[in-house]
């Protein structure tokens, strides 16, 4: 994980919420209260972090109100734009960005060149924003430094995207990306699934965090040139009840959608199963470069 530790403001986060953690802890911690109550409380405030305290922004350090993750003046930067993407792949498209959120490129194209010529095995996808500085910081906070509060604000985000993204219609139940067995014991939480959460209870939609399986382990595509990371990825999912999938509209969530492979890899997954309809519903994009 050096992602985890090159960003200056990861140690100072995971710092600041090792701290405050304890301390809330300790201010709730009735004299006789059973050890089991003691646990499970520092266990749910452990999970709620900082949500339940007016804390600093993880952007900037600065004043966030209470239950809020970041200051007003970095969720305006971050979230108070959105640009025209492609309807399949989410990819960025030119022209301008919309200050309402609104995305689409009015009167042009809204499928990429790319996606016409080779089409993916999903067919929509939605992106709350580009994987970018300073954002990259927020998926990196939740995914490495354990900031599971984060996940709802990625889960509102993502829903208002849906709300701006034309022609977006609603998945019938939701599936994170599964991590593997060696994946998931390691970092002790899949946060495909804690943003999927967020997202269904936003937009009233199920989530099914076992409609696929990740069959073994594969290397992070992060680490596999580009040119082997088909055949890494390839194979890599099973559906263990088909009559959970036949014929229905999946949507498939991630936090960072990068080349895309892992997302058409687990979509052909489902059309082969049956899948009517798939869409892609990650809080990041990565632009191409
Ligand atoms: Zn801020
Ligand atoms: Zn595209």
């Given at each position: 994980m050096p992602g985890a530790q090159s960003g200056p403001d990861i140690p100072a986060a995971a710092a600041a919420t090792a701290s405050a953690v304890p301390a809330a802890a300790g201010a709730v911690?009735?004299?006789?209260?059973p050890l089991s109550t003691l646990a499970r409380l520092s266990s749910l405030l452990a999970r709620a972090g900082h949500a339940l305290l007016p804390g600093a922004?993880?952007?900037?350090?600065g004043e966030a109100g209470?239950?809020?993750?970041?200051c007003p003046g970095c969720h305006a930067q971050v979230f108070g734009a959105a640009r025209p993407r492609c309807r399949t792949c989410a990819n960025p498209l030119p022209g301008a960005w919309h200050g309402d959120g609104a995305a689409g490129q009015p009167g042009?194209?809204?499928?990429c060149g790319r996606c016409l010529a080779h089409p993916p095995a999903f067919d929509a996808t939605v992106a709350?924003?580009?994987?970018?500085?300073?954002q990259d910081q927020l998926v990196l906070q939740l995914k490495?430094?354990?900031?599971?509060?984060l996940a709802a604000l990625f889960g509102r985000a993502l829903a208002d995207a849906t709300q701006a993204a034309p022609g977006f219609t609603r998945p019938a139940l939701l599936c994170p990306v599964p991590l593997g067995p060696q994946r998931l014991a390691g970092r002790g939480f899949n946060q495909a699934l804690e943003i999927a959460r967020a997202l269904g209870r936003r937009l009233d939609i199920a989530v099914a965090?076992?409609?696929?399986?990740?069959v073994h382990d594969t290397l992070a595509q992060s680490l596999v040139q580009p040119s082997a990371r088909r055949a890494n990825i390839a194979h890599a999912f099973a559906v263990p009840d088909r009559a959970q999938v036949e014929g229905r509209h999946v949507g498939i969530v991630d936090d960072v959608m990068t080349s895309g492979q892992t997302l058409d890899e687990l979509a052909a997954t489902f059309k082969r199963h049956g899948a009517a309809r798939v869409t892609c519903l990650v809080f990041a994009r990565t632009p191409p470069h």
């Open positions: 911690q009735p004299p006789a209260a922004c993880v952007l900037c350090g209470a239950g809020a993750q970041t042009g194209s809204e499928i709350a924003v580009d994987y970018a500085m300073p490495f430094g354990g900031r599971l509060a965090p076992r409609l696929a399986v990740r």
